[in-house]
């Protein structure tokens, strides 16, 4: 079991970048694909990154590619979400995902979630 614990998010203003992390404790994280996912309010998650369980193959939403930026650290059981050029339309609550390494856009296919960390862009 893997628990996850996100840390990062703020405010900041459209054009900024902010960086959100992604703690895992618990067995086996290298084995995990991640994934982070957003929520607007009143709407469904909607998936943004992922990442496979060797950090050598990455995915992203069309909404966010080439501006946001995936990263994770085996050794310190971590996975970076760097976003930049952020746009109002950002604004949600960021969790990160642990799950199998299949079907990366689902988030049917991950088992474990953070809480989430707001993240706002001001215009």
């Known amino acids: 079991q893997v628990q996850l614990v996100e840390s990062g998010g703020g405010l900041v203003q459209a054009g900024g970048s902010l960086r959100v992390s992604c703690a895992a404790s618990?067995?086996?994280?290298?084995?995990?694909?991640m994934g982070w996912f957003r929520r607007f309010p009143g709407k469904e998650r909607e998936f943004v990154a992922a990442?496979?369980?060797?950090?050598?193959?990455?995915y992203y939403a069309d909404s966010v590619k080439g501006r946001f930026a995936i990263s994770r650290d085996n050794a310190k059981n971590t996975v970076i979400l760097q976003m930049n050029t952020l746009k109002p339309e950002d604004t949600a609550v960021y969790s990160c995902?642990?799950?199998?390494?299949?079907?990366?856009?689902?988030?049917?296919?991950?088992?474990?979630w953070g809480q989430g960390t707001q993240v706002t862009v001001s215009s």
């Open positions: 995902a642990a799950g199998g390494n299949v079907d990366y856009y689902s988030a049917r296919s991950y088992a474990y």
């Open positions: 618990g067995r086996g994280f290298s084995n995990y694909g």
């Open positions: 990442i496979n369980w060797s950090g050598r193959s990455k």
